[in-house]
């Protein structure tokens, strides 16, 4: 296709797509739960555990969805399962107005209302991207997740302030689905299966790449996993063990972060605005986390990533006591910069240790596990503070959980199939010693190892 006269490959078109529905699918289901809350607590009397277990009940249903969503990714594309997840998610969300009873309420916010815009969101797009995309992997998976970040920066304070205060919850939940409806129908619309189907490479065209990327993307190919074959690798299962105890600080501080910095003193007002300084350096970093996961050891990268994530969430542990606006929002900015990385790296180690010709499949059996581990979370950490009457013990496990998945990122090897033949290693490798004078060499075409 071609903009302003001059070609462009469509695979930016997805990643655009990509992110703008992450942002809306992210930001009415979990972004927007925090301002809420309050407000919903307040008049129904409902205790925290209760108010965050709908969204433990959406977890658990999405452990079913994902396992048959993946193929199903990978043989129709993501356009049909984003509409169908449309024509679930708008009225769940206008129904959101009409909740008197707790029943109602875990019906149409857990079973309807977070599986239909998880669906619509994360996993679906991210195959997607995955699969235009082979050497510009990170950069696109990078852009791309900026829609999630972008969703905690902006929903909660647009919510509260423009929406919840002028004209009430309910109200406002009718306006979300509006807003739903307008951002999210024609990005989903834009969506295609695969480079292929349009006589297009991952990366481009055949007169848009060089050889040796044409190579690399048939590598990728060929070499890609079938789900057996995937079930046979021991890097499937700390794939999914990293990803899943991770998840679990990031949902913490997203559900809960209002509450905690309420209970420190921060006004109404203040809280949404702190969290999101988590968001806005969350959003900030993502594309040079790509950057780097095109250009160095994706282990490397999430090692760095959780490290620093899980140091984050000890300075906002130790920064909420004092009260300190700067403070809080400087701490939360650290574990933001560091956790940004998660989405990018993830969808990195899925689509380079797996291939992505097979790539719904098997992240369809990865998915619901990691999804039954972070299930509880929102519960758990919300049931923590009704008995304990602190945050900080169920935060301090969520930053050891962080440390332990930055260690684990490190355990990881390459399934034997998809690791480089030795010569193509050596001469890589002699690449890296002695400068090329080719311009065509490119630190991203060098960075796979053996694993």
Not at 234 to 259: D, E, K, P, R
């Amino acid at each position: 296709m071609t903009i302003f006269g001059r070609p462009v490959f469509y695979g930016w078109v997805i990643v655009v797509a990509a992110f703008v529905a992450q942002f809306v699918a992210v930001g009415v289901q979990t972004s927007v739960a925090a301002v809420f809350a309050p407000e919903m607590v307040a008049e129904f009397g409902w205790s925290r555990f209760q108010f965050f277990f709908a969204d433990t009940i959406g977890q658990l249903l999405l452990m079913v969805i994902g396992f048959m969503l993946g193929p199903r990714v990978d043989r129709f594309g993501a356009r049909p399962i984003m509409l169908s997840a449309a024509v679930v998610c708008i009225p769940a969300l206008v129904l959101m107005s009409q909740v008197d009873e707790y029943w109602q309420y875990i019906v149409v916010r857990g079973v309807f209302l977070v599986t239909a815009a998880s669906v619509s969101g994360f996993l679906v797009v991210s195959i997607a991207v995955s699969k235009w995309f082979v050497v510009k992997r990170g950069q696109a998976l990078g852009w791309t997740s900026m829609g999630v970040s972008m969703a905690g920066l902006f929903w909660p304070t647009f919510t509260a302030a423009i929406l919840i205060e002028p004209l009430g919850w309910r109200t406002a939940w009718v306006v979300l689905a509006l807003c739903y409806a307008v951002i999210f129908l024609p990005s989903a619309l834009l969506m295609r299966r695969r480079p292929e189907d349009h006589g297009l490479l991952p990366d481009g065209g055949p007169t848009q790449l060089r050889p040796e990327q044409i190579q690399q993307a048939a590598h990728d190919e060929s070499t890609s996993l079938t789900r057996s074959e995937a079930l046979r690798s021991s890097s499937f299962y700390l794939i999914v063990l990293i990803f899943g105890i991770s998840v679990v600080g990031i949902f913490a501080i997203l559900l809960n972060g209002v509450f905690f910095l309420r209970e420190h003193g921060l006004s109404a007002a203040q809280a949404p605005l702190a969290v999101g300084a988590f968001s806005l350096f969350s959003m900030l970093t993502k594309p040079p986390w790509g950057w780097a996961l095109d250009r160095w050891d994706t282990r490397v990268v999430g090692f760095v990533s959780f490290a620093l994530g899980a140091i984050g969430f000890v300075l906002v542990i130790n920064a909420g006591p004092t009260g300190n606006f700067a403070i809080i929002a400087g701490a939360l900015a650290v574990m933001g910069a560091g956790i940004g990385g998660n989405i990018p790296i993830q969808d990195m180690f899925w689509a380079e240790y797996f291939g992505r010709r097979y790539l719904g499949a098997v992240r369809a059996v990865g998915f619901p596990v990691a999804m039954g581990i972070s299930a509880l979370t929102p519960s758990l950490v919300a049931l923590a503070y009704d008995v304990i009457g602190s945050y900080d013990y169920a935060f301090y496990v969520c930053s050891g959980l962080w440390a332990a998945s930055a260690l684990l990122c490190l355990m990881l090897r390459l399934p034997a199939k998809r690791r480089m033949p030795l010569e193509t290693l050596v001469r890589r490798i002699a690449a890296l010693i002695t400068p090329s004078t080719n311009p065509a060499a490119r630190p991203a075409d060098q960075k796979r190892g053996v694993g």
